[in-house]
């Protein structure tokens, strides 16, 4: 049950991962990059949201993914050994 719940973060991961990379272009609207765009912003924006809230702001950089990967690091190296 451990290693499903770390294989689930990781996913998690790759899926903020993803939106992080996606923000670096402009995205058309309607196309098919802004859908999945607007899918991975749907899953990753509840915790990005008020980790952001909590973190002071360094200028231009949104440094809350750098903290959400190091708490998935943290919990799935925990959970399974």
Known sequence: MGC???QLLQIYSICLF???ILSWFPLAP???MASIFGVLYTITEPVLGPVRRVMPSVGMIDLSPIVVFIVINIVSSSICR
Do not use: H, N, V, Y
């Open 4 to 6: 499903l719940l770390a």
């Open 18 to 20: 993803g939106r992080i």
């Open 30 to 32: 309607g196309g098919a």
